[in-house]
């Protein structure tokens, strides 16, 4: 089974940055996407941002522009860079792969955004 751990939360300013990683147990050769999601309290989780295989990058339309998910295939990585935050980040963020075997989630990191 593939396992996630993230990484980089914390307490932030808004219009501060953080930077999330996800690092993955083993090398994904194959995968259908690779993604970020957040929950808040009282709301459901939601899609940050993601990258599809042999597709686009897509982002929410409330972080557009300040976040960005990149993945670093060699580091077992895929990162959150989260710039110009806002209270409204705050969240628990969650990395997502879902690959040849299935959709996998990591325990989620804590962000929380000061105004």
């Known amino acids: 089974q593939l396992q996630l751990v993230e990484s980089g939360g914390g307490l932030a300013q808004a219009g501060g940055s953080l930077r999330l990683s996800c690092v993955y147990s083993?090398?994904?050769?194959?995968?259908?996407?690779m993604g970020w999601y957040r929950q808040a309290p009282g709301k459901q989780r939601e899609l940050v941002a993601i990258i599809i295989s042999g597709g686009p990058i897509t982002y929410a339309v409330s972080v557009k522009g300040r976040f960005t998910i990149s993945r670093d295939n060699a580091k077992n990585t895929v990162y959150l860079q989260m710039n110009s935050l806002k209270p409204d980040d705050t969240a628990v963020y969650y990395c997502?792969?879902?690959?040849?075997?299935?959709?996998?989630w990591g325990q989620g990191t804590q962000v929380t955004v000061s105004s």
């Open positions: 083993r090398s994904v050769f194959s995968f259908k996407s």
């Open positions: 997502n792969v879902d690959g040849s075997s299935g959709g996998y």
